[in-house]
């Protein structure tokens, strides 16, 4: 009788578990612009401190831009109105008052893929917490999950990368629109031109002592970047070519890129002698096994215009690499 009873249970766990699958196949597919969130929030907690601390979080301006732009497009909606197209959203905030607080992160609950984050406080004081401890986590796991997104959406045409993997052993996988702007021997420079200006992505290699000559790493890489840009980038006019602005130092960061130890430098470059500029990236990949730094830089030119969106999509590129040796 007690084996009877295993049995069943076992039979009813199964078919719950299938159950929850099958309504997580049917979700809808979700939807909304890169880097955007929606905020669910009654208006009176919108137009007070609470909105407040989650605009001045989530709408920071970000780093190493040349004009002001914020990290998320952040939209409003009453709690009341929580339904139709907004549970369709990527990525949803919901903050509410309630008997209890807490915080819970869901995937694909309405649809997908989707985050949806719920802050629950009893009072202001207990939310004002709640979004000072949390905004860190929320903040990486929505920029995890856009990077993820903007290369899912890359990835539905792909331009062909032979010439990458054959000088650099490496994949990468770039979207429809780039092309190869430069080709050299250990240097490659690919491009996307649009109306207003353009995207474009170097892929080049150095020593590892290059960087790691002493402990002035910034200063390093940023006479990496310089030489670089003396070689190979050059402007339209004479004796102009891509330095890295000398008014504003760039921002360095430790990160880990397949396993690897990585610079990323985040800042602005110029042009010397003229006056295009614009925001770059560059992560320079420890590879010891080839004695190298893989260098993977996206910079962007589009004058007067925003910039934040397409250094993420340069970010989500240069973040698919996979090194085939």
Same mark, same amino acid.
Request: hydrophobic content about 35%.
């Given at each position: 009788?007690?084996?009877?009873?295993?049995?069943?249970?076992?039979?009813?766990?199964?078919?719950?578990?299938?159950?929850? /699958?099958? /309504?997580?196949?049917?979700?809808?597919?979700?939807?909304?612009?890169?880097?955007?969130?929606?905020?669910?929030?009654?208006? *009176?907690?919108?137009?007070?401190?609470?909105?407040?601390?989650?605009?001045?979080?989530?709408?920071?301006?970000?780093?190493?831009?040349?004009?002001?732009?914020?990290?998320?497009?952040?939209?409003?909606?009453?709690?009341?109105?929580?339904?139709?197209?907004?549970?369709?959203?990527?990525?949803?905030?919901?903050?509410?008052?309630?008997?209890?607080?807490?915080?819970?992160?869901?995937?694909?609950?309405?649809?997908?893929?989707?985050?949806?984050?719920?802050?629950?406080?009893?009072?202001?004081?207990?939310?004002?917490?709640?979004?000072?401890?949390?905004?860190?986590?929320?903040?990486?796991?929505?920029?995890?999950?856009?990077?993820?997104?903007?290369?899912?959406?890359?990835?539905?045409?792909?331009?062909?990368?032979?010439?990458?993997?054959?000088?650099?052993?490496?994949?990468?996988?770039?979207?429809?629109?780039?092309?190869?702007?430069?080709?050299?021997?250990?240097?490659?420079?690919?491009?996307?031109?649009?109306?207003?200006?353009?995207?474009?992505?170097?892929?080049?290699?150095?020593?590892?002592?290059?960087?790691?000559?002493?402990?002035?790493?910034?200063?390093?890489?940023?006479?990496?970047?310089?030489?670089?840009?003396?070689?190979?980038?050059?402007?339209?006019?004479?004796?102009?070519?891509?330095?890295?602005?000398?008014?504003?130092?760039?921002?360095?960061?430790?990160?880990?890129? /397949?396993?690897?130890?990585?610079?990323?430098?985040?800042?602005?470059?110029?042009?010397?002698?003229?006056?295009?500029?614009?925001?770059?990236?560059?992560?320079?990949?420890?590879?010891?096994?080839?004695?190298?730094?893989?260098?993977?830089?996206?910079?962007?030119? *589009?004058?007067?215009?925003?910039?934040?969106?397409?250094?993420?999509?340069?970010?989500?590129?240069?973040?698919?690499?996979?090194?085939?040796?």
């Amino acid at each position: 009788m007690k084996k009877f009873f295993v049995i069943v249970a076992s039979v009813f766990l199964l078919f719950s578990c299938e159950e929850k /699958q099958d /309504q997580k196949s049917l979700l809808p597919e979700s939807n909304g612009k890169i880097n955007n969130v929606s905020v669910v929030i009654d208006e *009176n907690l919108w137009s007070g401190e609470i909105g407040d601390s989650i605009r001045k979080k989530f709408a920071a301006p970000v780093d190493a831009l040349p004009q002001e732009e914020p990290l998320f497009n952040l939209n409003q909606y009453p709690i009341k109105i929580f339904e139709g197209i907004i549970r369709k959203s990527r990525n949803i905030i919901i903050v509410n008052k309630g008997n209890k607080s807490g915080f819970v992160e869901k995937d694909n609950e309405f649809a997908k893929p989707q985050k949806v984050f719920y802050l629950v406080g009893k009072n202001n004081e207990e939310l004002l917490q709640l979004i000072e401890e949390k905004t860190p986590e929320i903040i990486k796991s929505i920029k995890t999950s856009e990077i993820i997104e903007n290369q899912r959406r890359l990835n539905k045409s792909l331009i062909s990368d032979k010439k990458i993997q054959d000088r650099f052993g490496i994949k990468l996988n770039i979207g429809y629109g780039y092309k190869y702007d430069m080709v050299k021997d250990k240097f490659l420079w690919i491009r996307k031109e649009f109306s207003s200006g353009y995207n474009s992505i170097l892929v080049y290699d150095v020593p590892l002592h290059e960087i790691d000559k002493d402990s002035n790493t910034i200063g390093n890489i940023i006479a990496m970047r310089d030489s670089i840009g003396k070689q190979f980038i050059h402007g339209t006019l004479d004796n102009t070519w891509m330095i890295t602005e000398e008014a504003y130092a760039p921002y360095l960061m430790n990160t880990t890129i /397949q396993g690897r130890k990585t610079y990323e430098t985040k800042g602005t470059w110029e042009l010397k002698n003229d006056y295009m500029a614009g925001p770059f990236i560059n992560y320079a990949i420890r590879d010891e096994k080839n004695n190298r730094y893989l260098v993977l830089e996206g910079f962007t030119y *589009n004058p007067s215009k925003s910039k934040r969106d397409l250094v993420f999509e340069l970010e989500a590129i240069i973040k698919s690499v996979k090194f085939l040796k």
